[in-house]
Structures are given as C-alpha cells and as structure tokens.
C-alpha cells in the first residue's frame, strides 16, 4: 500500500479522544475485570457472613488500607507504563510505606501475644490457599487491563506487565477481604503479599509476549 | 526548527478533538520525519524503512489516546518510532543495539524536541557554565570543538566531554525527568 493512500484511510476515521481518555480506558479496564472477580468472589466463596460487624473493628480496616494503598501506587506506575515515552518510575518505593506499616502493626500483636500462639496466629485458618485465590481473582482484572492496553502503547513490556499484574492482584486482594476471616497484621502481610506478588510475577512473566504491539 | 514542535503538536491536539483534516495533516508531515529517523539507522534496507513508516503512521494512529497533551509530542514519536524498530528487528530475529531514547532526542536536534516545553537561553541555564558554554559554542554558535575549546581555553576533550553530559541532562528535562 503507499503510504499516501493509508494516510488518507486512516484519515477517514478520527474520532475524538477525550483529555483523560487513557486513564478512562484503564479504569474501564479494570472495572470490567472487577465485576468478574466479584461475581467469581460470591459465588464461589461467599462474603463472610459477619462482613457488617467486621466493619467495626480495626482488623478490616487494616487489610484494606493496605490492600488499597498497593493498589493506587499500582494503578499509578500501570497508567504511567501505559505511554511509550514513560519515564522511570522513580516513586516506586512508595509501595515500602504500606508494607513497613503493617510490619509494624504485626511486631506490635506478636509482642502482646504468647510465643506459643504465633504460629498460628501467622498461619490462621486459611494459609494454603489465600496466595492462590488472591491469585485466581487476579486474572479477571488483569485480562481487563489487558484489553486497556490494546489501544495505548507501553514500551517497557516487562515493567508493563508487571504493573498491570500488581494492581490487579492488589484490587483482587481488596474484594477477596469481602470473604477472608483472617485478623492478625502478619497473615495479611505474609500470604496476601505472597498472592499479590505472584499475581505481578505473572504479569512480569507474560507482559513481553502478551503486550507486543 | 522551533516551529515543528509546536506545529506538530497543535495538529495532534486538534486531531485529538475529532479534527481529521488536523490528523491527516500530521501524518503527511511525519512521513519524512520518520523516513529520515529509521534511514539513519537501518542503512540500506529502504524496503523496510517504508514498511516501518506505515507501521509507525499506523501506531500514531490507533494508539493516540497514550499522547499526553501536556508533555512534547516528539519525545512521544520518537519513543512509538524506536519501539516500532526494536520490535521489527526482533521479529527478524537479530539483535542490533538501539539507542536509548535520550540519545534519540538528543540526535534528532534538541532544538526541535525542547522548543515545546522553554527556550533554549532558559534551558541552558539550569547546566553548569562550562557545560552551557560548551553547548552554546558547537551547537548554536557553530564553532568546532578545536574553536570551542581555545575560546574557553579548556582541552578538546573537556569540551566533549562537558556537551555530552550537558545533552544527556537536557534530554532528560526535555522528557519532563528533571525541573
């Protein structure tokens, strides 16, 4: 084809692009994929049947702070990744702020805890599978920001992926504490990070083959 | 040179308002722009630098929700162009060392990419004075590094050494990385 003749057929076709169109797209993306990690969340698993009065104590509040906080820096680097002139991502160490609070909330309930509990107090009920479930309701969001992508232009795949992996392993963590009983600062920090960096592994993994445009 | 920056950027934005006559503009214009960019560095495959242009024209098409109107569209192109020619020698299946794209910006006439964002004067202000002088001798006065160099009375080397890392800090203002 000469290249006057594609410029006049991509000529023919210009909509408007609004202002904040690529932060809309991913936002679109991700709400997408939220819908389908929450119908998957009720379904499969059910929200935990005291959700109202765990509302009303610091342990739920605390998870999702920490699960939000991730998210939003998440969001942040995967919009920025999203342009191809993106620049390096400098603020990254943000995501350290979360991690050291909850650290310090958790050395805090050891200290007030016998030795004898920490076990299981680390372990809680549902260590085995709280990575993979994390995991599993990761996939839906990241499939929709995958779709995001389709029509921006990331050029740092790996990091792309990555970005996109972590915030929708951090989202997927927010619902999953729609369902998840577990109270102690340690469980949320070990087994909720462990899925929510897997759920970033996988996207750093499949970012280069599946984001290339 | 000026100009291009902010022509270019005025159609982009209009093109971005549903302006098809604006987008269309545009891409009549980076056709040469972009032949020039890929011809310096896929020497003598001229086949391959059309087929690139298209598929850079193509990318500025379908991907131009990722432009930020607030930052330079050329650090934007060049930053699609260079992807679209990485990509292409992957899929020949050799490696071939591209450029990062500071030094891309950089060799397509920093003139051009930092008109969009301060004059020159205002931008060389932030470097330190040897490392100005330097930049202002060889590349807007014109002198040769030997003539550089004797007016500052410094080495050759000196000379060179301060315009390639005074570039490099400009680049990345140019790119919105520094104040």
Known sequence: MKTDDLIQSLARDVPAVPRHALGGRIAFGIAGGGVITSALLMAALGIRPDLWIAMHGFAFWMKWTYTASLAIVAIVATMRLARPDALPSRWLWLLAIPVLLLAGIGIGELADTPSRDWLAMWLGQSWKICPWLVLTLAMPIFVGLLWSFRRLAPTRLRAAGAAAGLAAGAIAATIYCLHCPEVSAIFVLTWYSLGIALAAGVGALVGPRILRW | ?179
């Open chain 2, 1 to 179: 040179m000026q100009e291009r920056e902010e022509q270019l950027r005025a159609w982009m934005t209009d093109g971005l308002a549903g302006d098809a006559g604006a987008h269309a503009a545009l891409l009549r214009a980076l056709v040469p722009l972009l032949q020039s960019f890929y011809r310096r560095r896929m020497r003598g495959a001229e086949h391959d630098v059309e087929d690139l242009v298209q598929e850079t024209l193509i990318a500025v098409h379908t991907r131009r929700a990722s432009y930020d109107r607030d930052r330079p569209f050329v650090a934007w192109l060049y930053a699609i162009a260079r992807y679209r020619m990485i990509d292409h020698f992957r899929r020949q299946r050799i490696t071939v060392p591209v450029e990062d794209l500071a030094d891309i910006l950089v060799a397509e006439g920093f003139e051009d990419a930092c008109a969009a964002r301060m004059d020159v004067a205002r931008l060389l202000s932030g470097l330190s004075s040897k490392q100005a002088r330097a930049i202002r001798d060889t590349h807007i006065d014109g002198l040769s590094v030997a003539e550089a160099a004797q007016a500052a009375r410094i080495g050759e080397s000196d000379v060179k050494i301060s315009v390639h890392r005074g570039m490099k800090l400009l680049a990345a203002r140019i790119r919105g990385e520094r104040p």
